[in-house]
């Protein structure tokens, strides 16, 4: 995963269970995270899944049917 280190990374969803352990791991690996999540009360998002790394990412409450706002978050994105 050298390829990641320094690398900008989105997770859409990044605050359910896949996308925050992908997110700690991505952040091991010296990735820069930005987790996008509307926290839809059916998905299992919650903050509290990534409050170990909260410091690390940065998060943005939109969801990804918002075609305005993803497009302005994947700007500058590797992944």
């Known amino acids: 995963m050298k390829k990641i280190f320094g690398s900008n990374v989105l997770i859409t969803g990044g605050l359910g269970l896949i996308g925050s352990n992908l997110a700690r791991q991505l952040i091991l690996e010296g990735a820069n995270v930005t987790i996008c999540d509307n926290l839809s009360s059916t998905c299992g998002g919650n903050k509290f899944n990534i409050s170990d790394i909260l410091s690390k990412v940065k998060i943005h409450y939109v969801d990804i049917r918002d075609k ?8 500058g994105k590797d992944y």
Do not use: Y
């Open 68 to 75: 305005l706002e993803i497009e302005k978050l994947i700007l």
